[in-house]
Structures are given as structure tokens and as C-alpha cells.
């Protein structure tokens, strides 16, 4: 009975991981890059959720909203004045962009909103679910993470499948130049790409913090990188991917705190990654890389 | 085309960096001796070369071998605590200054050990992927150290993995490593001098070793593995020389770290990933397969969020938007095409001033 | 305004001529001696920057005395550091309000060590270079051990508003205002055992940190002693301080009655909110770092109903200090005060107590005042936020007992 409990508070820690995950592998698949700053946008969804809803005593539903709105702008702001000026530039040059942002956001959201903690009110009213008689307990965010994460992933795959535009990440993601020679505006269509992924930064955003709800300057620098790790073992920019490695991230980390060693449950966490990633090197659903010479 | 550039740019450019080394640590020393140093400067002299030789380290797996690793901060980690540790051991017993140099001689040695362990397996992967593993290995390094307890008595060492309590050390017994808290009370036996020796020595390393017919071999395997295999090179021997040898290095600085303070714990400001990515960030800043920029990128990052102190408050967020704008201007293809077309202004405009 | 402006150029200087050197080895020879006389002038151009700094000085008659602090004012730890540094400086306006310390005014000035010990030695430095004579911090036990062997080899006067670590204070120069964490873990399992609150116990502590394992290992040494039993002893570390289900489970299933909880209220309000949606209601027992909870905004009090902690400060007690320094805190920064913030109000009211009983000016060499204060420590006794006829002994150890509180309808209630 206790493995199972054990089991479902890994699930819904992992469903936290697999939502944030799904947002960073969307980006990270098509843009190439690895946005550091994602999880600092995750941030700022959350203390947007939170003005509006406890400062301001909105509904959450405007929350919501405005969370998604915000980020949407911020991130294809970001995307903007921050990266897209190095497209044509090293990959790591973006990559050390994307820190100076997250460091940016980080302190700024350090200046507006001061270092104390804020308890976000939990936007989730669904009574938990109760199985075993009571012994067992999955908490409505847990549920609505899972059917968010679900519902998310399909959006996505169809999106990426059914839509010109999808198809036109998919090109850009493939091969950036022949994507440009059949005539794919590639600036905007990661442009898209960066405000679909902040969108659902926003939501994750909604639902990380009502699963977690201390809300700091600090709250998206963990997860953002939880999420990298995640994205990574399902293999990246696999959406079905990202979820599914999000959800066993969070699973491993939990049952190995149970049965193992609460103390290096990191160090589990990341040794089960490596041991992953050195028998499918390209993460549990990527695809396999054919060399060229 | 690029890479012949940059060769010849090695060759009229190593004795270069030496020579910036040394007239920087003149220069400081005259400041030192005339007393016309800051406190503050004083204090950063050690953390520059710390820095330096961990950007120059890491730019030997990033720049010439190729390969994004962001476990650095680890390998430091592992130098630092086993340096530490054996001078918090020898502590009293012989001379600081001797106890230092075998301490930094343990510590590239433990840290090379750890380089070729994680190197095996690791390096046969590419790009993103061999990032994340790097990475993982930093903070598995880091969590563990974290719960590692060792204590010593009369009847010798005793060793936890769970708490002090578990060491059950005897009647004058001594915590050596006390889990989060690390190691306390090593020897402060870093000095200026020696770090800017230790930095010299990693560039005298770094650069024959780019300029050495090996060098060239691990250049060969980054711009091209596949071809490289085919003339009969041995990609997995070459990495992995690149990645221990800056593993090693890494160690050292390490250890010059942990001399420097006297409190010496495994947090993730110091040795976690965002350690790793600020020295990636040094080496990108300085210029990806430049030496001599990594130092002066090591160097100028360092400072500038110091002297930037009289912001208070605005300090990182200055810092921060400086980071963004310096990448930016620095490597933008506008940018540069800008500045070279500014070079080029600047050039006619001197010509015709002398006609 | 002046230094503001300065900083920005020194910045804007240093970037160009990084910015100079970066672009690959092209133009070397011109660009790295660029960079040498750059990185020469930044050294000055620093030290003609404190010399304005310390003309600038205002002065009674030409002397004051100048307190610095040192806090991580930006990362995950800001808040602490935020609240040592206002809660210093609300001392010092108020001390300078009321006519200084022996006829002399104070001047402050703080600096950011972004819990870093090399960070805190830098802002330690900093600080000297701006003629700090008695230093305030720093905040965390990590950096304040670098700092304390800093100050030793200055001899400046160090007292540390809650640096908990044992290492921390261990310099004859170093004095502490908070409890070490070695006192806390057995007072707390001495107040456990005493009060017969429980006999099986579970722990969670943070094992990537100091303050909290060093709680936790003295706890375990002392629970055996008052008869306690550790059921389940869970860690966590910083990289994964959110979910604590899996700990509280393990607790539950071990048959643990009360919860002892030695960390700080950021994450023992996800711990009570999780424990809460579980269905579990043991009792909980914290320490001073816990002190705050209910100062979280938005927080909902109901779950910290029956919490108990041992803590020196409670933000709304009634005595007329409290009320005056919470009221006047609230005024000037916004936000409830917590433990830190009134730990390092009274390091200052501190050192004002032990400069009046060595009767020192301020233009007495910072090595000498160190000793006079060292002297005057052991005599003074310092009525405070955080404890009453508080007293000091050689090895800098604070004298005071910690005050049990239990939260009782949203509110500290005092326990026997």
C-alpha cells in the first residue's frame, strides 16, 4: 500500500516535470536551443497568476489569462532583442544569452516583487481523489496536471502535424536552410514557436505553482532545469517524449527517496539518467541520428 | 580557411599571453608593494587565476576538442575536497606552502582520475546529449559529497555516509568532512603568486598541447570525426586526453580555490551546474578555441560584477543586461560586420590624415 | 548618485574592451595590451571612487563610526540577507536619531555575498575599502566562517546576527546574537522530552545545509537521552526542496506522533500544505528558522495550527520593543519582520551597548576597538528583540533561553 502512495506522489511530481518539459522540448526541438530561461518565464507566469488572482482578486480564469498573455509577449520579446540576433552565430553563443536572461528576469522579478515568499492560492478547487478506502490519495492538481499534460501533448502533435505551420516547424527543425529555400519564413515560424512555448510555460506555470506553492524569484531556476533533464531522457524534441520522461523523472526521484536514500536522491535521479542515455543515447523515444559524412 | 588563420594567430600569439600574464602580475605586484591596491582587488587576486585556468581548462574541451561539457564546476569539486582534505589532514605537520603543492598535485591527479572514469563513458555521445551527462555527473558529484562524513581518531579513519553521529569517533576524534558543511579549517596557503604560476603552467600545458601534433589530431577529430577515423586516428583516446587533461586542470584550480577560504562545502553556488555555465560563459565570451580570451573573459567577468557593487540592488540586473549586450555586440554577425566596417572607417580615415 | 554613475562607466569600459579583445586573435598584439591598461585603470578608478566615498562622510566632528553588513541580498537566500541588512540599518537610524553612539553618529553600508563564502570575502573587502570599523554578518553560516578568519586576521570586531554554525563564532573576535544550531537541536529535544510531547519522532531536515543538518545531528544525539525515539530521519536537499510527500509518508507509515522540522518557513509551508492534503495531522516542532510562517503573504495560517517552534523573536508579541520595531519595519520595507531582521537590529544595539561600556571614539584604529569590544562583551548585558538581560561569554556564545511558542488561531501563543 505505501509503494503505491510512494507511486502516485512520483506521478504527480512528475506530471509538474512533464508540463514544464513539454513547453522546453517544443523550443528546444525547433529552435535548437537550449532556452535556460524557461523556467524563469515559468516564474513570471506565476507571480502574474498571483497579482491577479490574491493582489488584485481576480477570478483565476483572468489569471490564467494573463499569465499566458504575458509570457507570450515576453517570450517572443526575448526571442527577439536576445537570440535572434545570433541565429546565424555559434549555438553557444545563444546558449550564454539565454543564462544572461534568465539571470535578467531573476533579478528583476528579485526587484519588483522583493525576496520574501508568496503562497500562491492553489487555482484547482477539484476535491482530491480518494481509492483503497481512503489510504490512497490523488489530489485534484495532481489530476488536472496529468489531463492538462495529456491534452497539451495531443495539441501539439496535431498542431505539429495537421498545420502549415507545424509543418513549417517540423522543415525548420529538419533543415534550416532547405526550409528557407521552400520559401518558410524561418524567423517567424520560431517566433511561433517561442510563443506556443511560452504559452505553455504560462500554463505550467498555473499548475507548478499550485502543486508547489511557494512562489520566489528563484521558483522557475529548479524546475526549468528538472525540465532540461526530462526533455532529455524522453529524447528531445519528442513531444510523447517529454512527457513520458517527465513523469518517470519524477517517479525516480520520489521511490528512490522512499527506498533508497532521501539524502542522494539526486544523485540517483541522474545516475539512472546517465545509465538511459548510454544504452539509447538519444533518450527514451528520440530518434536515432544518422551520422554524415 | 578559419583554422589556418587561427593557427598562425597561436603561434604569434602564445608568447603573447604569457607575456600579458606577466606584465598584469607586475603590474599588480608594484600596486601591492606601493600600496596603491583596494582591499577588494587585493582579495580577487586568487579568484582571477582560479578563474582563468578554469576557463582556459574547460576551453580545451569546448573550443578545441569540440565538445559543450557543463560539469566542469565538478571536476573542481573533486580537486578542491581532495586537495583540502589532505592539507586539513597535514595541517600542523609540514609547511603550508609544501602541503599546498602536493595538495594541487592530489588534486589534478583525483580529478583526472574522475575525467577518464566519466570520460569513457560519456564521451562516445554527441552535442546536447553529452551536456546533460556532464552536467548530471557534476551534481551527482555534488550531492554526494554533500552526505559524505569522515572523521578521524586514534584508531584511524572512520567513514559515513549518514550522518556525524555515525562515525562514532573516539575521545579526541576530528571531523574531517562533516557533510553539508564540507571541509573547515584548511590552511589559507593561496597566494597571488603561486596562483598566477599555477595559471602559467596551465597555459604553458593547454597551448603545446593545441600546438603539438596530438593537438592537431583532436582539432582534426572536432571539425571532422568521421574523416578523422578514416586517416586512422583514435577519436575515443584522443577526447579522452583532451577531457582528462582539463579535468586535471580543473582540479587545480580547485584546490587554489579551496586554500584561498577556509570554509570549503559542496553548494550548488559553487560547484553546481551554475558554476559550470559560468566558466562556459567565460570561455564563450572570450572566444571558443581562444586561449588568451578565455583569461581575459575570466578575468573581466569576475571583476565586473565587484566593481559594479556601488549599484547595490542594481547590481546583477546591471550585470545581467551587460552579459546579454556584450554576447550581443560580440558575436552577432551584425555586430561584427559592424565593427569591422567601424575598423574600416577608422583605417581610411587614418590614411587619409597621413596623406 | 555620484558612485552610481561611476560604476556604470567602470562597467561600460570594462565591456568595451572586452568587447575589443573578443572578436578571435586577429588583432592581437593591440587589443591585449588594451586590455592590461583597462584592467589598471579599473583598479584606480576603483580606489579614486572610495576616496570620494569617505570625503563624502558626514561628521559630528569629523569622526563617525561605520557599521557594515554583509547578507546575500540577491538568489535564493535574498530574503535573509534583505532582512539582516534593513534590520541593521533601522537600528542605525534609529541610534542616529537619538544622538549616536557616545556623541558620534554611525554610518552604514551593506554588501550582497550571494551566500557564497569567495562572494562574502569580496563584499568583507569591499567594505573594508570604504573604512568599515565593527561588521554586522554575515548571514549564513558558509560565508560567515571565510569571513570570521578574514576579521581575524584584521582583528575587526565581528558579531554575527545568524551565522548558527559552531565554526562561525569560533574567533576570539567573533560574537554571535542567534543560537548556535548544536543548542537548538538539544534544547528542542530537551523541550520535547521535558514536555512528554511525543516519544516517537520523525525528522526532515535539509542535508544540504548547514543550519538544518547541524540541527538535526545534535537533535538525534539528545533525543536518545530524553527517551525520544527517531522513527524516520528524512533529508532533502536544495535541488529538490518541493515535494515532500514521499518524507511525510514515510514519517506517517513509521507511527510518528510529532515532526520535527529544523529549517526555514519557505519550504515548512509546502511541508504543512502537503501534510494537510494527505489527511495527516501530527504535531510539528520547529526552530527559529521557522519563525516567519505565518508572515508569508498569502499564506494560509489554518495549516500552521498547533505548530510549535522554539524561537528568540516572535513579530507579534506585545511588549513595547517589539511592537515599536515591527511597526516601524513594516513602515520603511513592507513585510512582516522575521527572526533575522530582528537578530541583526539588536547586533547593532549590541555593539552600541559595548562601544558605551569601553567609552571608545570612533577614531580609535579598527584593531583597538576590537580588543575594547572584546573587553566589553563579557561585561554588558543587552535587553533585546530576541531575548532579555542577554549576556556574552568568551567564546562569543550568546546567553539567553529560547521561548517555545505554539501558533494558536493564527497567532504565536507563548508555552510554558
Known sequence: MSFMSYLISGISLGSVYAIIALGYTMVYGIAKMLNFAHGDIIMVGGYVVFIVTSTMGMSPVVGILAAVVVCTILGVTVERVAYRPLRDASPLAVLITAIGVSYLLQNLALLLFGADTKSFTSVITMEPLKLAGGQLLISGETIVTILSGIIVMIGLTLFINKTKTGQAMLAVSEDRGAATLMGINVNKTISVTFAIGSALAAVAAVLYCSAYPALTSQTGAMPGIKAFVAAVFGGIGSIPGAMIGGILLGVIENLSKAYISSQLSDAIVFSVLIIVLLVRPTGIMGRKISEKV | MKMAKAKKNFWQGSGLTYGMVILAYILVEIALKTDHMSSLMEGLLVPLCTYSILAVSLNLVVGISGELSLGHAGFMCVGAFSGALFSKIMKGSIDPTVSLVIAILIGAAVAAVFGILIGIPVLRLRGDYLAIVTLAFGEIIKNIINAIYLGRDVNGFHFSMKSEIELGLGEGGETLIKGAQGITGTPQASTFTIGVILLLITLFIVMNLVNSRTGRAIMAIRDNRIAAESIGLNVTKYKLLAFSVSAALAGVAGVLYAHNLTTLAALPKNFGYNQSIMILVFVVLGGIGNIRGSVIAAVVLTLLPELLRGLNNYRMLIYAIVLIALMLFNSSPKAIEMRERAAEWFKKKRQAKEA | ?416
Open chain 3, 1 to 416: 548618485m555620484k558612485r552610481k554613475i561611476l560604476s556604470l562607466t567602470l562597467a561600460a569600459a570594462v565591456a568595451a574592451s572586452l568587447a575589443a579583445c573578443g572578436s578571435s586573435g586577429s588583432t592581437s598584439t593591440t587589443t591585449a595590451a588594451a586590455a592590461d591598461t583597462t584592467a589598471a585603470g579599473g583598479e584606480t578608478e576603483a580606489a579614486a571612487e572610495e576616496g570620494a566615498a569617505e570625503t563624502e562622510a558626514p561628521a559630528a566632528d569629523g569622526a563617525t563610526w561605520k557599521i557594515g553588513a554583509i547578507g546575500p541580498l540577491t538568489g535564493g537566500t535574498a530574503i535573509y540577507g534583505q532582512a539582516v541588512v534593513n534590520g541593521a540599518e533601522l537600528a542605525v537610524n534609529e541610534i542616529n536619531a537619538a544622538g549616536g553612539i557616545n556623541g558620534y553618529q554611525i554610518e552604514y553600508n551593506s554588501a550582497d555575498d550571494e551566500n557564497d563564502a569567495e562572494k562574502a570575502v569580496n563584499a568583507y573587502n569591499s567594505l573594508k575599502d570604504w573604512g568599515m570599523q565593527m561588521l554586522v554578518g554575515t548571514t549564513t553560516s558558509n560565508p560567515c566562517i571565510a569571513v570570521a578568519d578574514k576579521t581575524m586576521a584584521d582583528n575587526m570586531f565581528q558579531i554575527t546576527p545568524s551565522g548558527s554554525a559552531v565554526e562561525c563564532a569560533a574567533n576570539p573576535n567573533v560574537f554571535r546574537v542567534c543560537f548556535a544550531d548544536p543548542d537548538q537541536g538539544a534544547a528542542s529535544a530537551q523541550y520535547i522530552g521535558e514536555h512528554k510531547l511525543a516519544t516517537k519522532v520523525a525528522v526532515i531536515y535539509d542535508s544540504s545545509d548547514v543550519y538544518s543538518s547541524g540541527i538535526y545531528t545534535k537533535f538525534a544525539q539528545e533525543a536518545e537521552n530524553q527517551g525520544l525515539e527517531i522513527v524516520a530521519a528524512e533529508a532533502f536537499t536544495a535541488d529538490s526542496n518541493k515535494d515532500f510527500t514521499t518524507q511525510l509518508q514515510k514519517a506517517k507509515d513509521a507511527g510518528a506522533e510529532l515532526v520535527f522540522l529544523p529549517f526555514y518557513y519557505t519550504e515548512a509551508s509546502l511541508v504543512l500544505t502537503q501534510a494537510d492534503a494527505m489527511g495527516w495531522k501530527p504535531m510539528f516542532f520547529g526552530c527559529d528558522g521557522m519563525d516567519g510562517i505565518l508572515g508569508v503573504e498569502n499564506f494560509d495560517t489554518s495549516l500552521a495550527e498547533g505548530l510549535m517552534l522554539l524561537t528568540p523573536f516572535a513579530a507579534d508579541a506585545t511588549d513595547d520593543l517589539t511592537v515599536s520595531f515591527v511597526t516601524s519595519y513594516e513602515e520603511q520595507y513592507g513585510g512582516t519582520p522575521n527572526q533575522f531582521a530582528a537578530d541583526s537590529y539588536d547586533a547593532v544595539y549590541i555593539i552600541k551597548a559595548a562601544l558605551e561600556d569601553a567609552g571608545a571614539t570612533p577614531d580609535m584604529s579598527v584593531s583597538d576597538l576590537c580588543e575594547a569590544l572584546k573587553t566589553s562583551m563579557l561585561n554588558i548585558k543587552v535587553d533585546g528583540l530576541t531575548g532579555s538581560g542577554m549576556t556574552w561569554n568568551e567564546a562569543g556564545e550568546p546567553n539567553k533561553a529560547p521561548k517555545a511558542v505554539k501558533i494558536e488561531n493564527g497567532v504565536y501563543t507563548a508555552m510554558e
